[in-house]
Each structure stands twice: as C-alpha cells, then as structure tokens.
C-alpha cells in the first residue's frame, strides 16, 4: 500500500504544471478517491490539495527567483489564470509577494517532497476486531460543527450540553444494539479533514425502538465495520485512536474506509481524565 502511495506522489511531482486528477492518483494507489483523500490527510497532516498547492508554489517559487520568465509566465505555467491570483497564493504560502521576492531575494518558504514510510514505534497491540452489521438505527440529536483535531471540540460540548442530562439519561435508556451506550457519530465529513472542515454530529444511542417525538433518527445501511479499542488519557487518547487507525493500520491491512457514519463510544473514568473508547469505522476490503 505504502509503495503505490509513493507511487502516486511520483505522479504529483512529474504532473505539478498540469490539473491533477485525483482520481487518478487513487487509480495509481489503487484504491478508492475517497480512501485516498482521507488515507493521504492522515498520513501526510494536511489536505491532498493543501499539499499539491504548496508544492506547485515551492516550484514556482524558485523560477520566481531565478528570473529566467516573468512573473506572469510563471504564473500560467503553474496553473494560475492571473497575476493577481498568483500572488495572492505565493503570499499565503511565502509570506512574500512573487515581484518583492524577485526584487529583494526574499526568503521563501519550502513545501519538501513527501514519501511515506511505516515507522515501527513501541510494541503495543492494536486491538480490532471486523464486523458484519444489518442496517440500524441511530437515536438522538444531530448538529453541524467543525472539525477540530486536537483538544476539546467546543461546538461539539456545547451540542451535548444543549440535550439536558434528563434528556441524555431517557435517551440511554433507548440503547438496545452496539455499540451499547450513548455514542457519538460523526458523517457527512469531508475527504480530506482539513481543520475546520464541516460536519454532522450525532449524540445518541444504536436502537431499535420507537422514535420519540423528542429526538430525531439516522438511519445507516448494512454494511462491514472495522472496530478498535483502546484505553488511555481523554480526550488525547480518543484522537490518537483516529490518527492511529489511518497512519497504521489501513497501510498495513486490506481494507479502505468507505463512506458512512463514524461511532465512537466512550466509558470515561469517574473523574474523566481518562476513557476506554470503541470506535467504529465503515470498511470495505480491498481485494488483496
């Protein structure tokens, strides 16, 4: 897996003054668009786009300095409709203009070529187990938010704390199916999980139950879940679970992430400094 990613960042650099598909860069990594996008997020720390942006204006900036074209034909040559648009970009990513960098020999900044590598660190076990699930239901209240990646996502406590802990006990009542208890579940999520990035979050519980008028219901088709468990501070453990689950063990397993809701569930501890979580990833295998 790691080689065909290798392989599909080849294809970036030998393609930077050309409109990158990248469903061809899946095709190269043979997998799914949507796999790619978020396999390629986890690994690399950044968006797809984020990263073939930096790296056109890492190029581009070199031919900035050399002179050798102006700064208008570097411009069309990286795929830029206008100066102006040109500018606007190499200043975001080099905190300079491309004519004061050219005046001044400015400093720029650099995006390296990435490679990715599977790095072995410490001898703990990922615990997961592969589950064929029948369709289900998820029960509760759903709200947009934004992705944060580290720390307390403050729309996301806000939402809970918005249910009411009456509302919350009457609705883990309802839990009848796994994962057991009140779950959180994360869908409609980007492929790239750029920070910020929108998306829908549900709290609530799997049921099969009868709706009441109070909450509102996801349906989620039948399908194959990966399921992970770990145990450690909280919330840092919980996001290191995500981050873990798409930089080690998809490369090393034949299976990609496919769209549907994500679950998590958590058991924290009495005073919430630490939790044991089970977090539910839709899969599918690869063929391998």
Do not use: C
């Not at 050309?18 to 986890?42: G, N, Q, V, W």
């Not at 204006?57 to 795929?79: F, K, N, P, Q």
């Not at 939402?159 to 839990?175: D, M, N, P, T, V």
């Amino acid at each position: 897996m790691l080689d065909r990613l290798n392989q599909a960042l080849d294809h970036i650099e030998e393609r930077l003054r050309d409109d990158l598909d990248p469903a061809e860069l899946a095709r190269i990594a043979t997998t799914s668009e949507y796999h790619f996008r978020r396999l390629f997020s986890a690994l690399a720390g950044m968006p797809l786009s984020e990263y073939v942006r930096r790296r056109r204006l890492t190029v581009a900036g070199a031919e900035v300095l050399a002179a050798e074209r102006t700064l208008l034909e570097i411009a069309v040559r990286y795929g830029y409709g206008s100066g102006e648009a040109f500018a606007r970009a190499f200043r975001a990513v080099h905190g300079v203009g491309p004519g004061e960098a050219r005046r001044t020999g400015a400093t720029l900044a650099a995006q390296p070529r990435m490679s990715f590598r599977l790095v072995v660190e410490g001898n703990s076990t990922m615990r997961y187990r592969v589950v064929e699930k029948e369709d289900f239901r998820v029960v509760g209240r759903g709200a947009r938010v934004p992705l944060v990646h580290e720390g307390e996502n403050p729309a996301i406590a806000a939402h809970i704390k918005s249910i009411g802990q009456e509302a919350l006990a009457r609705l883990a009542r309802l839990s009848d199916g796994e994962p057991a208890g009140v779950v959180s579940v994360v869908t409609h999520l980007t492929d790239s999980r750029e920070e910020g990035a929108e998306l829908d979050y549900w709290h609530g519980v799997v049921s099969g139950a009868e709706v009441p008028a109070e909450f509102d219901a996801l349906d989620v088709p039948a399908g194959t879940w990966a399921v992970f468990e770990n145990e450690g501070p909280y919330p840092q453990a919980l996001q290191y679970l995500w981050r873990d689950v798409f930089t080690q063990w998809f490369p090393s397993n034949p299976y990609a992430s496919r769209p549907g809701p994500e679950l998590l569930s958590v058991l924290p501890s009495a005073d919430w400094t630490t939790a044991r979580a089970e977090l539910w990833i839709p899969v599918e295998r690869t063929g391998e």
